[in-house]
């Protein structure tokens, strides 16, 4: 008994086993292929055949019992879900070509008669149908929402962080060949053409030069202990520098002097269109200058913000014509309603009704005093509080976005001598006192120094669904000017791919800077006079754009299959 229990194995089987089961199996595969080359034959064998019931078969052979019959399998004129009727055949019935149902089955299907049979593991393949699904018709994607290009923002930038999943290790470590080169590129307004993709940007000397070419601006005074950018609200920074020129007088008239010179020449290259605009960054106000052809308009243009009632009114004294873009005109309103023959709405009433002028609310005030005869014995407003109140509505544009100024033509010379002479431009007491306004400019002129904003690369780990990617990182400091910021873009979009994203960091003083300057009256110029004016083509058609983002600013910008996207 031991011996054959040594000898037993749980895998034996008879020979009258192994006979048995091989004659079962050449039976299925008999089916199987009956099936599936004669489907009619089959759906009459299953109509009248119940496969796998303890009944007998057609031929009169006695089956064996089912192990797994139930009531519900063995009961007359009920068929299970399971029988070959009704599994093979409609799946057989749905691969067929050129037939449709509405619920077709799935993609694999097996079929249950070897399940139900007993039948072990190793079952030969043809007792299994596979039918793969009909592919589903391929919906039409709606192209990607982008534009090959941004509008320009006028307004100043203090800081740019861009990201990407490649790296920027070619900004890291300019050799002091490419160092030098991207320097007398940018001092002979000399535009790099890159290709439209680089493969290994680390490699590429044109990239690395461009890239020390785009950081360059010229700045003017220069006093390296000295942030002079931003200068409005930097009092705080400023206290406790070292600062001789405060106290004496002779030595701020130098600097006055200077900085005369240096506007000066920054004018005379902007009217030559050598140079496309500049900023004046006192510590109360930033003026824009632009030429000709720039942000769509043909005559030189100068935006002013924020300004106050004291300001304007030295303006008007100085004989100097500007405008408030941003503030209705009356005159051009009563205008427009005498010439439109539509009603106006309510809203365009209460303002025509705010801002009436008060000498005629005034005369009908005092109508009802004359009619009862005291108006002898009323006080009445004497003129100056008649003036403070005509001029309640402009003091309130003081230090707004609405309170912008906009100077055209000859008149931005007249603003240059009045900058120049007005002392209240500079701070008479603080951190700032006697400090002229910065000049920040893309070109070189009288008294400049070159600059280079800062930049730094950085490789951060970030989690991204439950795991750890590498995300890159490119951070630049100091003003940065719409023309930088452009050439940065180009330069990033050869590099990384045409795909990185970046948030934008503006000097919000800066920000009404944008206000479309644009007549509708002048020409569109194509920038072709300014081809010399030192920046990039595709920077200077840029620029030559009228200004579409009125009192907003780029916030990110983000590029993706070399397409732009941008918020305010």
Not at 176 to 182: K, T, V, Y
Not at 448 to 467: F, I
Not at 473 to 483: A, D, K, Q, R, T
Request: hydrophobic share 35%; net charge neutral.
């Amino acid at each position: 008994m031991s011996a054959l229990l040594s000898g037993y194995s749980p895998s034996f089987k008879k020979p009258s086993e192994v006979l048995r089961l091989s004659r079962r199996r050449s039976r299925s595969e008999a089916g199987v292929k009956a099936a599936l080359f004669s489907p009619g034959d089959a759906t009459k064998r299953a109509a009248g055949v119940r496969p796998f019931s303890p009944g007998r078969q057609q031929s009169g052979a006695v089956k064996r019992r089912n192990p797994f019959a139930s009531l519900d399998n063995t009961v007359p004129g009920k068929r299970r879900a399971g029988s070959v009727a009704e599994c093979e055949l409609p799946a057989l019935s749905w691969a067929l070509p050129g037939t449709e149902q509405e619920n077709p089955p799935p993609a694999e299907f097996v079929s249950e008669k070897d399940v139900m049979c007993g039948e072990s593991l190793d079952t030969e393949p043809a007792a299994t149908i596979k039918i793969q699904a009909p592919e589903k018709p391929l919906t039409v994607l709606e192209q990607p929402k982008g534009s090959l290009t941004y509008p320009a923002d006028w307004s100043l930038k203090t800081r740019l962080l861009f990201t990407s999943s490649q790296p920027f290790s070619w900004t890291d470590h300019l050799k002091a060949q490419e160092e030098a080169q991207g320097l007398v590129l940018h001092c002979r307004a000399a535009p790099v053409s890159l290709p439209h993709s680089i493969p290994e940007p680390k490699q590429s000397t044109d990239l690395r030069c461009a890239f020390q070419q785009a950081l360059v601006y010229w700045l003017h005074p220069s006093l390296p202990w000295l942030q002079l950018f931003p200068r409005i609200g930097a009092d705080r920074k400023l206290t406790g520098k070292n600062n001789p020129w405060s106290q004496d007088e002779s030595l701020q008239q130098v600097l006055m002097s200077e900085w005369a010179l240096g506007f000066t020449s920054l004018y005379n290259l902007l009217r030559a269109k050598l140079c496309p605009y500049f900023y004046v960054c006192a510590y109360q106000f930033t003026v824009l200058f632009r030429a000709s052809g720039v942000a769509g308009c043909d005559v030189i243009t100068a935006v002013m913000s924020p300004t106050t009632q004291g300001l304007r009114e030295a303006m008007k004294n100085e004989g100097i014509e500007f405008s408030l873009p941003l503030v209705v005109n009356d005159a051009s309103r009563k205008q427009k309603s005498a010439e439109s023959t539509t009603q106006l709405d309510d809203r365009t009433q209460e303002i025509d009704r705010e801002e009436a002028p008060l000498d005629s609310d005034e005369d009908e005030s005092f109508s009802w005093l004359e009619e009862m005869g005291v108006e002898d014995q009323i006080k009445k407003p004497d003129a100056i509080s008649i003036k403070l109140r005509k001029e309640r509505n402009e003091v309130k544009l003081d230090h707004r976005p609405e309170s912008v100024v906009l100077v055209k033509g000859t008149n931005t010379f007249t603003l240059l001598n009045f900058l120049i002479n007005c002392k209240s431009i500079v701070a008479a007491a603080g951190a700032q006192a006697g400090l002229p306004p910065t000049l920040l400019s893309p070109n070189a002129f009288r008294g400049a120094t070159m600059h280079t904003l800062k930049a730094r690369s950085v490789n951060v780990k970030t989690l991204v669904r439950s795991e750890y990617k590498d995300q890159f990182s490119l951070e630049i400091m100091g003003p940065v000017m719409p023309h930088a910021l452009h050439s940065l873009t180009l330069l990033l979009k050869s590099a990384q791919m045409g795909s990185f994203s970046g948030t934008l960091y503006t000097h919000e003083p800066t920000t009404v800077l944008n206000t479309s300057t644009h007549d509708q009256n002048s020409q569109q110029n194509d920038g072709s006079e300014l081809a010399n004016c030192g920046l990039h083509p595709l920077t200077l058609e840029q620029c030559t754009q009228s200004s579409t983002l009125g009192k907003s600013s780029l916030r990110q910008l983000e590029l993706s299959d070399y397409k732009y996207t941008w918020k305010c």
